[in-house]
């Protein structure tokens, strides 16, 4: 396995047991026939804390996704070991905001509680609390279509929050989004992760995001995908978003992770 950087600083959640365990995981693609094709991802090891916030960086087609997916249970592991240590499956937040465009905004965070049967006042009260929480209050009855990019992403971020899982899985959920925007986003879900205690998953290609948003780090080596840094992040909570480009840990920390993705690419 490659060599993984550590730089080490002090950390609340580092003595908190680990909500994710991913050891030697390695996953490959196989075509109809059955003959290999891809390797996406070979050799990868990490653990999540309970309550951490990790990014994943990495280049396109590292298997970023592929690790996600792996953890969500949607894709099948080659070999290697995956433990998710919590009562409820995880909830995931893709790239394209995922809503119905028939049902409201309510409706929509709704919509995983009316699958379990949850009784109408109960849905109502918890979606009354994601509302206020991702600002969308005055658009309860709005339909998508009435919705910006960034505020129909608000709606897959409530919707995932809404059952209340342990683990959150976010696949570069503000990639299509405009810079500004993004910004307003990664404060806000930063507000909500203080607010909720979540484990969170992130996968970007933005090295900013990742050092805005992370506790730690992880940094992926082109296809197939192995953990080559993991990184802490060293700046204090709470953290404001824009303030934090103030300090020159930020453009140092930049320049390490820009330096460990600018390594020659492996096939
Ligand atoms: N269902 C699939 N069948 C075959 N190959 C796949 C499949 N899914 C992913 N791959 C391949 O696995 C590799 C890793 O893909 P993955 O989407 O995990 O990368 P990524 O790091 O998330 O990329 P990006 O940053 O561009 O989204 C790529 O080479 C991709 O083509």
Sequence with gaps: MATVQETVHPSAVKTAPPAIEVSHLTKAFYDSEGDRVTVAVSDVGFSVARGEFVCIVGPSGCGKTTVLRILADLEQKLSGTVKLHSATPPAMVFQEASVLPWLTVAENIAFPL????VSRAEQEAR???LLALTGLTEFAKARPHQLSGGMKQRVSVARALVDDR?????DEPFGALDEQTRLVLQQELLRIWET???TVV???HSVDEALTLADRVLVMSPRPGTLVANLTVPFERPRDVVEMRRDKRFWDMTYEV???LASPARD
Excluded: A, C, N, Q
């Design 114 to 117: 009316s699958l379990k049967g």
């Design 127 to 129: 979606v009354r609390d």
């Design 166 to 170: 342990e683990i959150l899985l976010m």
């Design 196 to 198: 909720t205690g979540k």
């Design 202 to 204: 992130f996968i970007t």
């Design 258 to 260: 820009w330096r460990l």
